[in-house]
């Protein structure tokens, strides 16, 4: 377990259908971290950074495990519908939105139907876009392990990789298998992008910070200069020394990134 200096709660909203598993922790202006690709891993070093200046929600998507799936949520688009429910349902708007990997795809999809509902907008590592030089790294049919260590920039320095993924580990089946099977549900056919995500991303007029691992070897960082050009006005930060995962591997400096980022009015 992580050791957390804020406090959290542990939470099951009615949402569509389904019961939303979401930790709630911190003070101040909300924000909705989505997780990405790996699924939901409880409260993070990245999340506890966060929440000293905000009110975190870090909710498990629908499919992955803890949190059920309605019959009708099979898309990305259906995921981004979903959670804008949510807000809705709990008032939370304007909120800041934290997207991570396919939960930086959701976060984008969310932009482009409601922006009213977001006030700030950060895209890590996100999936969504097709690269035009480069190519997304195919996780389905690569071992997990494999893909896991891959992830990262240096796991053998990575205190987040030791603790969640260090131990005895399980190919198949367990807790995560579920997530796997959501993502391949979701992003397999087309591979990781939609084609209509970035002609749409040219309305989105939000405050928008698009963060990525300078040595990702999942989604290239040509995806994250192509975000950068479809939504007007964004910017794009690099981690150095960092992979696709920085909520892990760097999770001071990014939660560092998006709470000044977030703090601008």
Do not use: N
């Given at each position: 377990m992580t050791t957390s200096t804020v406090q959290f709660t542990e939470e099951r909203v009615k949402i569509a259908g389904t019961e939303l598993y979401v930790l709630k922790g911190g003070n101040g202006p909300p924000v909705l971290v989505l997780h990405?690709?790996?699924?939901?891993?409880?409260?993070?070093?990245?999340?506890?950074?966060?929440?000293?200046?905000?009110?975190?929600?870090?909710?498990?998507?629908?499919?992955?495990?803890?949190?059920?799936?309605?019959?009708?949520?099979?898309?990305?688009?259906?995921?981004?519908?979903?959670?804008h429910w949510f807000l809705q349902e709990q008032a939370l708007t304007p909120v800041n939105v934290v997207g991570i990997g396919i939960g930086g795809w959701i976060a984008a999809?969310?932009?482009?139907?409601?922006?009213?509902?977001?006030?700030?907008?950060?895209?890590?590592?996100?999936?969504?876009?097709?690269?035009?030089?480069t190519e997304v790294f195919d996780i389905f049919i690569t071992p997990w392990r494999q893909m896991i260590e891959r992830c990262f920039y240096d796991a053998t320095h990575s205190p987040e990789y030791q603790r969640?993924?260090?131990?005895?580990?399980?190919?198949?089946?367990?807790?995560?298998?579920?997530?796997?099977?959501?993502?391949?549900?979701?992003?397999?056919?087309p591979y990781m992008y939609d084609?209509?995500?970035?002609?749409?991303?040219?309305?989105?007029?939000?405050?928008?910070?698009?963060?990525?691992?300078?040595?990702?070897?999942?989604?290239?960082?040509?995806?994250?200069?192509?975000?950068?050009?479809?939504?007007p006005g964004a910017t794009l930060q690099l981690i150095e020394q960092c992979g696709h995962w920085p909520q892990f591997e760097r999770p001071q400096e990014l939660a560092r990134l998006v709470t000044e980022f977030n703090a601008r009015s």
């Open positions: 990405g690709v790996e699924g939901f891993e409880g409260w993070l070093p990245f999340h506890d950074a966060l929440a000293e200046q905000a009110t975190v929600y870090a909710p498990a998507h629908p499919g992955y495990g803890q949190t059920p799936c309605p019959e009708w949520v099979e898309t990305i688009a259906h995921q981004a519908v979903f959670y999809q969310m932009a482009v139907m409601c922006p009213q509902y977001i006030r700030h907008l950060v895209l890590v590592d996100a999936a969504g876009i097709r690269p035009q030089y969640l993924f260090g131990g005895e580990f399980q190919e198949f089946g367990g807790p995560r298998e579920a997530g796997r099977t959501m993502s391949i549900r979701m992003c397999f056919r084609r209509s995500l970035p002609g749409m991303l040219e309305k989105v007029r939000l405050p928008t910070l698009i963060v990525w691992g300078a040595q990702d070897q999942i989604i290239p960082v040509e995806c994250g200069q192509l975000y950068q050009r479809a939504i």
